[in-house]
């Protein structure tokens, strides 16, 4: 005789029928096979299958919540690794915005990462920062700061440098860090002079013993590049790391908009950080994507190798370089692969337009001004980037922030050699507190799992999706091809497909009315097949005053042989970042539901394909706050320096 699943409680979500108006979803106790059938002892584990989704069109058209018997044994197609945890403190107490585990200041507004470094044991962080309110203002910027040991929890000290000179009177803007050849570190950024002039200038540590770093000293004889007579006054900026040469010269390459409307990144050459040289050749120019701002050139080890190189001068002929730049018309960063001529100063794309918006990206969300360094503590090149917030002005001031830092990530060379992976950095991980896993489940048509155990507000999920059939992939036209964005909003996660689309909901209330989707979809296109992955934004939030398009890329992956594809996505209140095909497209979004004020958020996987889609793997981990510039927090002590590096 079959027996009641105890403790367990029909529930329902509200669902749409096809054609618009509301009906309620029906559930039922799924009755537990009698143990005298089983060949193992059987334990029923509370797990919510819906076979649909409010906002997706579905083949059913009806919403079913099922709650499933599932086996401890071997055979058991479905298998839970942990316990449901009860919603935690941290998702019942957390209902706003603001952020658990991502950098921002305890207040007002930040942008752009400057400087980033690792130094004496310590890691910096330095970022554009309007220290008196929650807006950028008139642009009269500070350096904002703080120190950490492990990239994750960091500590504020005073800002680095203010806007209290002629040649930086109306703002300090961005720029990097440098080590001199005897180790001391040094900045290059951009003032804001009296006659509102761009100039470059130079920054020491007062102290360069202080492991804090937390004096800088401006020389007198600043600014060190002086605005040239063919570059637009106020487009002249950005200052990148500087390298040394194997002939002994420094370079630096500094962003310009020519007054002949090219775009351009020049290169100046040194040999004491004090007279600068411009080269003939510009290390990049374009007429067609205007201004390029905040550039980045670094070397990279060979494909599949994760350690990261440094600015040397042995490196000067690697293999393969990165240049990075900011686009100001989109928004967005683009990089490239390329040789650099370290005799010429000079950069060649590989297999690349001269245009940078026809490059790849390092994230195709809601980031910009990308900033990456070498982190000699664990041989790996570290990669920082600004998400900005998308809702109105008024509400920055109400919070009274700003602006957010995306999680740090590790890049390096993929071993196909054509493109940068991203993945978060390991740190990360110290994070994770409660633990659900899931193995071998199959999502059919329009099959939904809630991932019930974690915080859906503060999460971090990992997921690999097998695709057993690619019969039923769609058919992909070429302009289709050259616009994945659009594509994502016109094959949506609510648009019925054929192979996907597959994936997870996130920040989801309880009647899925708000829900930011995270998915794959499988097209074929001329003869092959493309995988399309989507952040959809537009059901992330009932609020009508704040930005939430779709995003999406392609990933470059062998469907058609992998027949699997993985997901990792990092949640925290209005930061959703995923990294699709081991870090081959990553997509940050910023989203602000409404129910989060009052309630938990839910995760969910989905199916809205016609095929089905195998769950060979789910692991998913609430984390725990980090400590992020509290005051008098205390981390930085000298017991926390590495030995030899104290004080």
């Known amino acids: 005789?079959?027996?009641?699943?105890?403790?367990?409680?029909?529930?329902?979500?509200?669902?749409?029928?096809?054609?618009?108006?509301?009906?309620?979803?029906?559930?039922?106790?799924?009755?537990?096979?009698?143990?005298?059938?089983?060949?193992?002892?059987?334990?029923?584990?509370?797990?919510?299958?819906?076979?649909?989704?409010?906002?997706?069109?579905?083949?059913?058209?009806?919403?079913?919540?099922?709650?499933?018997?599932?086996?401890?044994?071997?055979?058991?197609?479905?298998?839970?690794?942990?316990?449901?945890?009860?919603?935690?403190?941290?998702?019942?107490?957390?209902?706003?915005?603001?952020?658990?585990?991502?950098?921002?200041?305890?207040?007002?507004?930040?942008?752009?990462?400057?400087?980033?470094?690792?130094?004496?044991?310590?890691?910096?962080?330095?970022?554009?920062?309007?220290?008196?309110?929650?807006?950028?203002?008139?642009?009269?910027?500070?350096?904002?700061?703080?120190?950490?040991?492990?990239?994750?929890?960091?500590?504020?000290?005073?800002?680095?440098?203010?806007?209290?000179?002629?040649?930086?009177?109306?703002?300090?803007?961005?720029?990097?860090?440098?080590?001199?050849?005897?180790?001391?570190?040094?900045?290059?950024?951009?003032?804001?002079?009296?006659?509102?002039?761009?100039?470059?200038?130079?920054?020491?540590?007062?102290?360069?013993?202080?492991?804090?770093?937390?004096?800088?000293?401006?020389?007198?004889?600043?600014?060190?590049?002086?605005?040239?007579?063919?570059?637009?006054?106020?487009?002249?900026?950005?200052?990148?790391?500087?390298?040394?040469?194997?002939?002994?010269?420094?370079?630096?390459?500094?962003?310009?908009?020519?007054?002949?409307?090219?775009?351009?990144?020049?290169?100046?050459?040194?040999?004491?950080?004090?007279?600068?040289?411009?080269?003939?050749?510009?290390?990049?120019?374009?007429?067609?994507?205007?201004?390029?701002?905040?550039?980045?050139?670094?070397?990279?080890?060979?494909?599949?190798?994760?350690?990261?190189?440094?600015?040397?001068?042995?490196?000067?002929?690697?293999?393969?370089?990165?240049?990075?730049?900011?686009?100001m018309v989109t928004l967005s960063d683009y990089y490239v692969l390329g040789r650099y001529d370290d005799a010429a100063d000079t950069f060649s794309p590989v297999e690349a337009d001269n245009d940078c918006r026809t490059w790849q990206r390092f994230d195709y969300g809601h980031v910009y001004a990308s900033k990456s360094f070498y982190d000699a503590g664990k041989n790996r090149r570290v990669l920082w980037s600004w998400a900005n917030e998308s809702d109105p002005e008024a509400d920055y001031l109400a919070r009274g922030w700003a602006g957010v830092q995306t999680v740090p990530r590790r890049i390096w060379l993929a071993s196909d050699g054509k493109q940068l992976l991203q993945w978060p950095i390991e740190e990360i991980e110290t994070l994770r507190k409660t633990r659900v896993g899931l193995l071998g489940a199959e999502m059919n048509a329009g099959g939904m799992n809630e991932i019930i155990g974690v915080a859906g507000a503060q999460a971090d999920v990992e997921v690999v999706f097998e695709v057993p059939s690619l019969e039923g992939a769609e058919n992909l036209d070429r302009n289709q091809l050259l616009d994945p964005q659009r594509l994502c909003g016109e094959k949506g996660a609510s648009v019925l497909g054929g192979v996907g689309p597959f994936g997870l909901l996130v920040l989801a209330s309880a009647d899925l009315q708000e829900h930011t989707s995270v998915f794959f979809r499988v097209f074929r296109h001329d003869g092959k097949y493309k995988v399309l992955m989507c952040t959809d934004l537009r059901r992330s939030t009932t609020r009508a005053d704040v930005y939430k398009p779709p995003y999406g890329g392609f990933v470059d992956i062998d469907i058609e042989k992998e027949r699997s594809i993985s997901l990792r996505t990092l949640v925290d209140h209005s930061v959703v970042e995923s990294y699709g095909g081991g870090g081959r497209t990553v997509i940050t979004a910023r989203v602000y539901p409404e129910h989060a004020q009052t309630s938990n958020s839910r995760l969910f996987m989905f199916n809205n394909g016609t095929g089905a889609v195998k769950v060979s793997k789910l692991d998913a981990w609430e984390l725990a706050p980090a400590k992020v510039n509290v005051p008098g927090d205390g981390l930085i002590t000298h017991g926390s320096m590495r030995p030899g590096e104290a004080y």
């Open 1 to 327: 005789m079959d027996t009641l699943c105890p403790t367990w409680k029909p529930s329902s979500i509200n669902a749409p029928r096809p054609r618009g108006g509301r009906g309620r979803a029906t559930t039922q106790p799924f009755a537990c096979p009698s143990a005298s059938r089983l060949a193992a002892p059987a334990l029923c584990c509370q797990v919510s299958w819906l076979v649909a989704m409010a906002g997706l069109r579905l083949a059913a058209c009806a919403a079913v919540a099922v709650h499933l018997c599932l086996l401890l044994s071997p055979s058991a197609a479905v298998r839970w690794l942990s316990d449901p945890a009860p919603e935690s403190a941290a998702a019942a107490g957390h209902h706003s915005y603001r952020t658990a585990y991502h950098f921002q200041p305890a207040n007002n507004w930040q942008n752009d990462p400057n400087g980033p470094m690792y130094y004496k044991g310590v890691y910096h962080f330095f970022y554009q920062h309007n220290p008196y309110r929650a807006t950028w203002g008139n642009g009269n910027l500070s350096w904002g700061h703080s120190v950490s040991v492990d990239l994750i929890n960091w500590s504020a000290l005073e800002n680095a440098m203010d806007p209290d000179s002629s040649f930086d009177i109306n703002g300090c803007w961005s720029g990097s860090a440098t080590f001199l050849a005897d180790g001391t570190p040094v900045f290059l950024y951009t003032g804001i002079d009296a006659d509102n002039n761009q100039v470059q200038n130079v920054a020491f540590p007062k102290n360069a013993s202080d492991p804090l770093l937390r004096e800088w000293v401006k020389p007198s004889y600043n600014p060190v590049i002086a605005l040239p007579d063919d570059v637009v006054h106020d487009n002249f900026r950005d200052p990148s790391t500087a390298w040394l040469g194997r002939d002994g010269l420094w370079r630096v390459a500094v962003s310009a908009g020519l007054k002949d409307g090219t775009g351009s990144t020049l290169v100046y050459r040194s040999k004491d950080f004090r007279q600068w040289e411009r080269n003939a050749e510009p290390l990049y120019s374009s007429g067609d994507a205007g201004m390029v701002e905040c550039p980045d050139l670094f070397p990279v080890a060979g494909p599949g190798d994760q350690n990261g190189l440094d600015y040397t001068p042995s490196n000067g002929s690697a293999a393969s370089y990165v240049l990075k730049q900011s686009v």
